[in-house]
């Protein structure tokens, strides 16, 4: 096709997609704090550095998402009346076993479950949604055990400045 190609070029145009290899080496820890955030909106800031939007190299079919530590679970907010009128449900297996909670007993009872649940229904309903939900790490209080992980993210930030 025309003369400008030499001999043993090929025209062709690639995309370049990044393997779940090179993403896994890539991968960074983002540290949350909940202290009096909003459930929602905080999730969807979780949910996208989850999958790897926040990335220039964002493919929805590869696993190119960072993972997450949040603490201070306990001390999410709802707005409005959520405390009250939000309700969990979920089935035990059993017959006619649908149980339900409102928002703020499940804040009182398990309040990293709350978090995990908003995060969880903004991710696909997929092997790879569950894959990147694995990469979340919640914990009520502000102390949480990935401090040397935490730290390496760190030195490479203040490396690349």
Known sequence: MGGLLSKGQEDVMGTFFETNEDARTKRQWVLFDAKDQTVGRLASKIAGILRGKTKRNFAPHTDTGDFVVVINAEQV????????????????????S?????????????PERVLWTAVQGMLPKTPLGRKQLSKL?????????????????????AAKQ
């Open 77 to 96: 907010k709802f707005t409005g009346d959520k405390t009250h009128g939000k309700i969990y449900k979920h089935h035990t297996g059993y017959i006619g």
């Open 137 to 157: 790490k919640i914990y009520t209080g502000g102390e949480h055990p990935h401090r040397g992980q935490l730290a390496e993210a760190g030195k490479a930030e």
């Open 98 to 110: 649908v149980k339900s909670i409102t928002a703020g007993a499940m804040l009182q009872k398990a």
